[in-house]
């Protein structure tokens, strides 16, 4: 079974700062990541994934996630965050297997202070 | 379609009656999901629904929550006697391993019961 652990309900940030949102998750087989983002009264839109290759992976606005097999991680971060980064952010993982659904995380609410 | 569609996009129910919320996935998508998002809180998962395989039903919180997926296309969740607790945003998704398997979402159905 796969499950979804992410450690920060809520994390506030002042603008400009950096961010980290972890994401740490636990499987028997090998899975892909991703990080979805859900803006205020919206729905969810992928931010980025990993499916192979450099555990290095760049989305969307400036977020980048690394995956670290070893550890089960796949935290996301950005350099330097704005106001309108203010969301909830999802982790999920599937197992590269074909057929099977996705597990998510609870969700860390993104607060960014200006 | 180009995107996943639900409707209604808002329900107001009286307590005691009966629901049904509608998914249209992305055309070609074998994958089908429901999840459900009480006020501040993460993604629960309801069921989901694989090609022609049976669904995975673990995740409906009760007897009165059905769905059903006809031709493989559009889905139906169907909540019987509703109850205040059922108050929440429904959201499908559906996916395809042709599609770089990320699950796409729709906007989802607010439910209110009253």
């Known amino acids: 079974a796969q499950s979804v652990t992410q450690l920060d309900s809520q994390v506030p940030v002042f603008e400009e700062a950096p961010v980290e949102l972890r994401c740490n998750y636990s499987?028997?087989?090998?899975?892909?990541l991703f990080w979805y983002v859900q803006y205020p009264n919206q729905g969810l839109q992928l931010l980025l994934k990993?499916?192979?290759?450099?555990?290095l992976v760049k989305g969307i606005n400036g977020f980048e996630a690394e995956f670290n097999k070893s550890q089960t991680s796949f935290h996301l971060r950005k350099p330097s965050v704005h106001i309108s980064d203010t969301a909830e952010y999802f982790c999920?993982?599937?197992?590269?297997?074909?057929?099977?659904?996705?597990?998510f995380g609870t969700g860390t609410s993104l607060t960014v202070i200006p | 379609g180009a995107g996943v569609s639900q409707s209604p996009s808002n329900k107001v129910t009286e307590k005691g009656k009966d629901v049904e919320l509608r998914c249209d996935p992305i055309?070609?998508?074998?994958?089908l999901y429901w999840y459900r998002q009480s006020l501040g809180q993460g993604l629960e998962f309801l069921i989901y629904?694989?090609?022609?395989?049976?669904?995975?039903k673990s995740g409906l919180p009760s007897d009165r929550f059905s769905a059903e997926r006809t031709g493989g296309s559009v889905s139906t969740l169907t909540i019987q006697r509703t109850q205040q607790e059922d108050s929440a945003v429904y959201l499908c998704?559906?996916?395809?391993?042709?599609?770089?398997?990320?699950?796409?979402f729709g906007q989802g159905t607010r439910l209110t019961v009253v």
């Open positions: 055309s070609g998508h074998t994958a």
């Open positions: 629904f694989q090609g022609n395989s049976a669904p995975d």
């Open positions: 999920a993982v599937t197992p590269t297997s074909a057929g099977n659904q996705f597990y």
């Open positions: 990993y499916l192979s290759g450099s555990t």
């Open positions: 998704a559906s996916s395809s391993p042709a599609r770089g398997l990320q699950a796409f």
């Open positions: 499987s028997s087989v090998s899975v892909y």
